[in-house]
């Protein structure tokens, strides 16, 4: 039996990416995305990876390489982080209407100003509408299997959509755990060749990305979203097959001690350790207190996402980033958009922490379930800010 | 689970520390986690890094606040930064320095149990380098019974290839043999 090895969670996606054996990685280093592409980059130098890589001159270059490799028909794969996420915006936009399956691996970071290497959630946030798939992971673990994941849901012919997976930059990318690498054999039976739906070909030239007239853009528009809401039954079935395959098991939404809890704290990403752990030791004295994860953030998994918080007396959104000018979080604007509908809803409370690299512990969800039940059926007309200095 | 935290300047080996014996405590069947914190990292500042070892998944990721072990790569770091700052009252400092326990008691009024070791000494001596992480560890592995020299050899072929892995090995080894945790 396979032994997990300890391995920077970094390297732990680059070492996904090889077992996929991708044929394109196109990227530009930026902290905390760089251990990732510096490992790719020694992989494909030292033959390990049979694949081109492209040490392009910006991320707007990054993005622009993969998107044209892979509409020539290549797996492909890049990394960045927070300003570089920035840089790639208007080609971040055009990649899904394209259905370029692209994989990106993002170390989330906070976008400036002021100017931050650390880890929040504001990058991803700022690229929410541009129809890639979201994934986030929890642990090492996750991370790569995620990977490998993203690869079979972008490349799906259903799907044929981008996907970003993010991974906290630091407090996830630059931690060493207990990896389990699995073989180049079994990633294979997992994960087929890919075959794209339409390709650029020389032999049958087509066109990609014309002009989307009055006549016919709102059409593109809305195919592209009714593909990427369609794909969550594609995901669903990745990871089923994954679980099949591997014998670990990822969920749209993963539910924890919620079932029964009057108090439920919903997350995403690497706070969710903390926050399970936090739980235990709520429930140890006697708080009916569970958490609910999103794993998939789009496409949103809405009746996951109902079912799970559905029961619950008080619901306290966890938001990593502030969307400037909104008193609520994006999370927490879903989530509350959601619920306006149901017949039957929990308190929404809204709580931002962890940004620009704030330690996250677990106190802080001590003191956020505290101040989700004081507000219980009140109205709260902002979010609250917690661990700040005062 | 125990937590331990990791104090040294840049370009002493802390975050490689925390890295070796995780990737120790895993091969050894145990579940770990080592992260820096992360900064502008420069030569010669401060830094800190952190280790957790259990026998069960670890699902916290918060920075280490009550560590049950300090170790001080660089006596001067407890100039600047308290190093005892969280330390649990039955944990243990394991400080490179050429002073005794006793000494450091006296002028940081440490209460927790000590162990000393000359580090720099034998970093100088074996590695020819003023980096005391590979010996540091031996004082950490010994004092706490969480690897031997067998344990290590594989981690460190794999970090640092043959020829100074030999020379880490050595240095790890007579560290271990040399540790011993003082009465408080």
């Keep these: 039996m396979a032994k997990p090895i300890g391995l920077e969670v970094s390297l732990a996606v680059s070492e996904a990416v090889r077992l996929c054996d991708c044929d394109v990685v196109a990227a530009y280093p930026i902290t905390p995305q760089t251990h990732i592409v510096e490992h790719l980059s020694e992989l494909v130098a030292?033959?390990?990876?049979?694949?081109?890589?492209?040490?392009?001159?910006?991320?707007?270059?990054?993005?622009?390489?993969?998107?044209?490799?892979?509409?020539?028909?290549?797996?492909?794969?890049?990394?960045?982080?927070?300003?570089?996420?920035?840089?790639?915006?208007?080609?971040?936009?055009?990649?899904?209407?394209?259905?370029?399956?692209?994989?990106?691996?993002?170390?989330?970071?906070?976008?400036?100003?002021?100017?931050?290497?650390?880890?929040?959630?504001?990058?991803?946030?700022s690229v929410r509408d541009a129809g890639w798939v979201g994934l986030f992971a929890e642990n090492g673990q996750e991370a790569l299997d995620l990977t490998i994941v993203s690869f079979r849901v972008a490349e799906?012919?259903?799907?044929?959509?981008?996907?970003?997976?993010?991974?906290?930059?630091?407090?996830?990318?630059?931690?060493?755990?207990?990896?389990?690498?699995?073989?180049?054999?079994?990633?294979?039976?997992?994960?087929?060749?890919?075959?794209?739906?339409?390709?650029?070909?020389?032999?049958?030239?087509?066109?990609?990305g014309l002009l989307g007239t009055p006549e016919s853009y709102a059409e593109s528009r809305k195919a592209t979203d009714d593909v990427l809401l369609g794909s969550l039954s594609v995901i669903k079935k990745a990871f089923a097959e994954f679980h099949k395959a591997f014998g670990r098991e990822y969920k749209a939404v993963e539910t924890y001690k919620s079932d029964d809890a009057e108090t439920v704290l919903l997350t995403m990403g690497s706070i969710s350790e903390t926050a399970m752990t936090a739980v235990d030791e709520m429930r140890e004295k006697g708080e009916k207190v569970g958490l609910v994860r999103l794993r998939v953030w789009r496409p949103f998994?809405?009746?996951?996402?109902?079912?799970?918080?559905?029961?619950?007396?008080?619901?306290?959104?966890?938001?990593?980033?502030?969307?400037?000018?909104?008193?609520?979080?994006?999370?927490?604007?879903?989530?509350k958009s959601l619920l306006y509908d149901a017949p039957a809803r929990p308190s929404v409370t809204n709580f931002i922490l962890g940004l620009g690299g704030r330690d996250v512990t677990r106190e802080d969800f001590k003191e956020i379930t505290q101040k989700a039940k004081a507000l219980s059926g009140k109205s709260q007309s902002r979010f609250d800010l917690i661990g700040v200095w005062e | 689970m125990i937590e331990i935290r990791f104090h040294g300047r840049g370009g002493q080996g802390a975050v490689t520390s925390a890295e070796l014996m995780a990737q120790t405590a895993i091969q050894r069947g145990k579940y770990a986690q080592a992260f820096p914190s992360f900064g502008p990292e420069r030569r010669?500042?401060?830094?800190?890094?952190?280790?957790?070892?259990?026998?069960?998944?670890?699902?916290?990721?918060?920075?280490?606040?009550?560590?049950?072990?300090?170790?001080?790569?660089?006596?001067t770091v407890?100039?600047?930064?308290?190093?005892?700052?969280?330390?649990?009252?039955?944990?243990?400092?394991?400080?490179?320095?050429?002073?005794?326990?006793?000494?450091?008691?006296?002028?940081?009024?440490?209460?927790?149990?000590?162990?000393?070791?000359?580090?720099?000494?034998?970093?100088?001596?074996?590695l020819n380098v003023p980096i005391t992480n590979t010996v540091m560890l031996g004082v950490f592995a010994k004092i706490l019974g969480e690897a031997t020299p067998d344990d290590v050899r594989e981690p460190f072929l794999n970090r640092f290839g043959a020829t100074l892995a030999s020379k880490n090995q050595a240095?790890?080894?007579?560290?271990?043999?040399?540790?011993?945790?003082?009465?408080?």
């Design chain 2, 78 to 126: 407890m100039n600047v930064t308290k190093v005892d700052a969280g330390l649990k009252p039955d944990g243990f400092l394991l400080v490179n320095t050429h002073r005794d326990g006793a000494d450091l008691r006296k002028q940081y009024g440490f209460t927790q149990k000590i162990a000393t070791l000359d580090a720099m000494s034998i970093a100088m001596e074996i």
């Design chain 1, 301 to 335: 998994p809405s009746e996951d996402f109902l079912q799970a918080v559905s029961k619950a007396k008080n619901l306290a959104v966890i938001d990593r980033h502030i969307s400037l000018g909104v008193p609520f979080g994006p999370v927490c604007l879903e989530a």
């Design chain 1, 46 to 125: 030292n033959g390990h990876l049979n694949a081109a890589y492209i040490p392009v001159e910006s991320e707007q270059s990054a993005m622009s390489s993969c998107i044209g490799s892979s509409a020539a028909g290549a797996r492909t794969f890049t990394a960045t982080s927070s300003q570089g996420l920035a840089l790639m915006n208007e080609m971040l936009y055009i990649a899904p209407v394209l259905r370029t399956p692209i994989v990106m691996a993002i170390a989330n970071r906070a976008l400036s100003a002021p100017i931050n290497i650390w880890n929040d959630h504001s990058d991803i946030m």
């Design chain 2, 44 to 75: 010669g500042a401060p830094v800190t890094a952190f280790l957790r070892i259990s026998d069960k998944p670890i699902r916290v990721r918060e920075k280490v606040y009550k560590p049950d072990v300090v170790v001080v790569l660089d006596p």
């Design chain 2, 171 to 184: 240095a790890f080894e007579k560290a271990y043999a040399e540790s011993k945790l003082e009465a408080s």
């Design chain 1, 156 to 208: 799906d012919r259903q799907v044929s959509l981008p996907v970003t997976l993010n991974i906290d930059g630091f407090t996830l990318s630059h931690f060493i755990e207990p990896i389990l690498l699995p073989t180049l054999e079994e990633v294979a039976a997992y994960l087929p060749p890919f075959k794209p739906l339409v390709k650029l070909d020389i032999a049958k030239p087509i066109s990609m």
